[in-house]
């Protein structure tokens, strides 16, 4: 009987310590370009997408947009250019409600680029 409780003991420490272990990742510049550089955009670009929703949902405006604009900028790095242009315009919206300039000039400056990018994708693969 002592084993066993030593056993599960032993084995919840060290399910603590492997959560514990696993990357955090934050809606920043840094975090994002270390996600990449360590081949972890999918989940970088998934965990942007969660912290965006929960912080949505709490009505954390300037979060949301955070996230939501690290999700446009990691989509933009997996060439998914109109999941780029969705996460842009919710940041972007999410800034207006919280009324943050510093945040809305953020995804503006890379919209109007997405956006030729796409059309110009969509031309290519149409045969125009």
């Not at 809606?27 to 965006?52: L, N």
């Not at 690290?70 to 997996?78: D, H, R």
Request: glycine share 6%; hydrophobic share 45%; with cysteine.
């Amino acid at each position: 009987m002592k084993r066993l409780l030593i056993r599960i003991f032993l084995g919840a420490i060290s399910i603590s310590v492997d959560a514990a272990a696993q990357e955090r990742f934050e809606p920043t510049v840094d975090s994002r370009r270390e996600a990449i550089s360590k081949g972890q955009v999918k989940e970088f670009h998934a965990a942007m997408e969660a912290i965006g929703s929960e912080a949505e949902k709490k009505e954390r405006w300037s979060e949301a947009s955070s996230a939501y604009g690290e999700a446009a900028y990691s989509a933009i790095s997996m060439g998914q250019l109109q999941r780029a242009i969705t996460f842009g315009n919710k940041a972007v919206g999410l800034a207006q409600k919280a009324k943050d300039p510093w945040l809305q000039r953020i995804p503006c400056r890379f919209l109007p680029l997405l956006m030729l990018m796409w059309v110009s994708q969509k031309m290519n693969v149409n045969g125009c």
